[in-house]
Structures are given as C-alpha cells and as structure tokens.
C-alpha cells in the first residue's frame, strides 16, 4: 500500500511522462508535485517506488518512466 506522498510522486510522474514523453527526473517531480521536498527525499521515495514495480529506469543517468504496473 503506497502513502499519500508515494501516491502524489506517482501520479506527477505519470502526468508527467504523458505530457513529455520523457523519462521523469526528480527535480522535475519535486518542482510539480505541489509538495514540499527536496531532489534527495523524491529520489528516496522514487527508489521505494522502483522497488515496487512501479517505474523503472531506462538508464542509469536517466529520470523514471512508469510501468504497466505503475499505470
């Protein structure tokens, strides 16, 4: 079961990605989610989401993009 701030990043992320067809870095999910974090916070919880199959890296250097499971 995913918190409410895991749900927020999710859901930006998702919206996100739809809009510019690119992988999501964590500034950009810290700058539109409405929420009060910093890069280091969305990044741990974009860690959280990663290990629950919920986005996925295409690259090491690359932002998130979401998966079937995240969608």
């Not at 895991?6 to 810290?30: F, H, W």
């Not at 009060?36 to 919880?45: K, P, Q």
């Amino acid at each position: 079961m995913l918190d409410d701030r895991s749900k927020t990043l999710l859901k930006t992320l998702i919206e996100r990605y739809i809009d510019d067809g690119q992988p999501v870095g964590s500034r950009a999910l810290s700058k539109y989610s409405g929420l009060d974090l910093s890069a280091a916070t969305v990044r741990n919880v974009m860690a959280d989401l990663e290990d629950l199959g919920y986005i996925a890296s295409p690259h090491t250097s690359a932002g998130r993009v979401p998966t079937p499971r995240g969608y």
